[in-house]
């Protein structure tokens, strides 16, 4: 199976990839592991139409997709992703993306700044789509970043305002979810009595794992010497 989607270039190949493998199954607070899932049935589809397991596994699939994305949800993917700048800008579109702030942002926006967003979603398809250093994008934070880099944020500075309400969403629900899980790591019964401020701080430095890793220990010795 794997040799036959290689040869229809639907798999890439290179060391370490296209390894044998099973149906994986898709976790609770992890996001990705979703797509992970439905890639990997995608991958075995012919073998398991063949093990004839395939109606119980998109059941499965679904059930879960359909548990974490009700139609609320679903719409809000739908609309939001009109702002996405992969393929040329070919996901653009202004009505989609005005329904986006009269149905979930109708708070962040004045009806007289929804009048003007309209104004600035036609120059913005003319001038932004076109413009040679805002092309080979491929999501809405490259989106975001190049617009302040260029200067364009300003201009459509209602666009800007938008782009960073929807990039606020995966920090609102996965990174949410774990940041409780961490906190049952970090509050332990013997640091029950910590104070907000000392939780926060050890939490921060739990989940930014990453960035933690690059702060050496000598630097730490050193802010603590300077906060006397």
Same mark, same amino acid.
């Given at each position: 199976e794997i040799e036959r989607l290689i040869s229809i270039d639907e798999l890439d190949t290179g @060391? !370490?990839? #296209?390894?044998?493998?099973?149906? %994986?199954?898709? !976790?609770?607070?992890?996001? @990705? /592991?979703?797509f992970r899932s439905v890639s990997s049935l995608l991958k075995l589809y012919n073998p398991t139409c063949?093990?004839?397991? $395939?109606?119980?596994?998109?059941d499965s699939q679904l059930q879960e997709l359909n548990i974490r994305f009700n139609e609320h949800a679903v719409e809000l993917i739908i609309l939001s992703s009109a702002l996405n700048p992969n393929d040329g800008y070919r996901s653009f579109d202004c009505d989609k993306i005005y329904n986006l702030v009269e149905k979930f942002y109708p708070l962040n926006f004045t009806e007289?700044?929804?009048?003007?967003?309209?104004?600035?979603? %036609?120059? &913005?398809? $003319?001038?932004?789509? #076109?413009?040679?250093?805002?092309? #080979?994008?491929c999501t809405i934070a490259g989106l975001?970043?190049?617009?302040?880099?260029?200067?364009? /944020?300003?201009? &459509? &500075?209602?666009?800007?305002?938008?782009?960073r309400l929807v990039l606020t969403l995966p920090v609102s629900t996965a990174t949410t979810e774990r940041a409780f899980s961490a906190m049952k790591i970090i509050k332990t019964r013997l640091r029950n009595k910590m104070e907000d401020d000392f939780l926060t701080n050890c939490l921060v430095v739990y989940i930014e794992q990453a960035i933690a890793e690059k702060i050496s220990v000598d630097k730490i010795i050193d802010d603590f010497y300077d906060m006397k």
């Open positions: @060391s !370490g990839v #296209n390894q044998i493998g099973t149906l %994986q199954r898709a !976790g609770d607070t992890r996001w @990705s /592991s979703h063949t093990v004839d397991v $395939f109606i119980a596994t998109i007289q700044e929804k009048i003007l967003l309209k104004c600035q979603l %036609q120059h &913005y398809q $003319f001038d932004v789509t #076109n413009h040679p250093d805002m092309q #080979n994008l975001c970043r190049k617009l302040v880099e260029t200067g364009k /944020s300003e201009i &459509y &500075y209602l666009i800007d305002r938008l782009l």
